[in-house]
């Protein structure tokens, strides 16, 4: 069984990657090394992925039909963990229309050659940010998520619902996995976690929007991995998954934990609320146990320790 993750010199794409080869499968790695963030850092995680075992890499875009036409037509592709995305909620409010491009249309040419290629399952990398500023808490999966407070979320919601689309029509398998903001080791450096700590332990100020207690439910990248993997092997015809930790960290507890941690004080930068951004994301893993068997193990505070161990000394030296 051959595994598609698109995106997979990224961060949560990498981690797939590398657990489905330490399982003995069939991997093919599609990534685009976009520059939203320092490609190099993309490029080592390939690097190191490589030296687990060979498999086959393909430079290129989701929205190019042809190039990703040409993935199929080498490779037999039994499931695709479509994970490439144009992500980051900030960045969405200044440029919406590529937000639309690459995660509505990129998702539109992977679910039509999932269709005509006769893939068995689709799984899509979907985000908590679609419950939008909603304070109905835990989030539901089948709770309504018609008001999306940003150009991100909105584009992930209509990917989805092109999801059930496919399903419907062709009976494509597919499983929505709603992330809640996942860090770890080979994180995206522009998100708090990875952020915060850089500027920490440089001794830089930290920018706080608002009044520091929005919270999240911040999830582990080996927690996350554990999740998609399940939702690969579980028959399902179309469903949606909360994947998270089920626990929420006001956002003065993660600047206090990391403080612990580096054995520094951070220099708080205030500044007024984002757009678009949410004040608590929060999952309810109910469903997402009960039909895959989820079950995250790592608590914040033990996989925290384990990002700043890793951003302390394997950390690629790219700063």
């Known amino acids: 069984m051959a595994v598609l993750v698109t995106g997979g010199a990224g961060f949560i794409g990498s981690h797939l990657v590398e657990q489905l080869l330490q399982e003995g499968r069939d991997v093919v790695c599609l990534d685009n090394f976009s520059s939203y963030y320092d490609p190099r850092i993309k490029r080592a995680n390939l690097a190191q992925l490589l030296k687990i075992r060979e498999f086959p890499v393909y430079e290129a875009d989701v929205r190019d039909r042809d190039a ?32 639309e491009d690459v995660n509505c249309r990129g998702t539109i040419n992977l679910l039509e050659l999932a269709r005509r290629h006769e893939v068995g399952k689709f799984v899509f990398g979907s985000t908590s940010s679609i419950y939008g500023a909603t304070r109905r808490v835990p989030f539901v999966e089948d709770d309504p998520v018609a008001c999306p407070i940003s150009p991100y979320a909105a584009s992930k919601r209509a990917a989805e619902l092109f999801c059930y ?77 909360n994947l998270g930790e089920s626990r929420v960290v006001e956002l003065n507890r993660l600047i206090s934990l990391i403080e612990e941690n580096l054995g520094k004080t951070a220099k708080r930068q205030l500044l007024p609320e984002q757009p678009g951004d949410v004040p608590i994301t929060y999952a309810d893993l109910s469903k997402s146990r009960r039909v895959l068997g989820y079950d995250p193990q790592y608590p914040f505070e033990e996989g925290l320790r384990l990002f700043i161990e890793w951003y302390r000394h394997e950390r690629p030296r790219f700063d």
């Open 165 to 241: 689309t496919y399903h419907h029509l062709h009976g494509l398998q597919v499983a929505c996995a709603r992330f809640f903001t996942v860090y770890g080791p080979w994180g995206r450096p522009d998100m708090a976690v990875y952020k915060f700590t850089q500027l920490i332990d440089q001794g830089k100020p930290i920018p706080v929007y608002g009044d520091a207690t929005s919270r999240r439910d911040y999830t582990y990248c080996k927690d996350v991995v554990q999740g998609v993997v399940k939702a690969i092997d579980t028959p399902v015809g179309y469903e949606v998954f």
């Open 68 to 99: 990703c036409e040409r993935v199929f037509q080498d490779q037999r592709i039994d499931a695709i963990a479509h994970l490439a995305a144009s992500v980051g909620v900030r960045h969405s409010v200044e440029e919406p229309a590529s937000y």
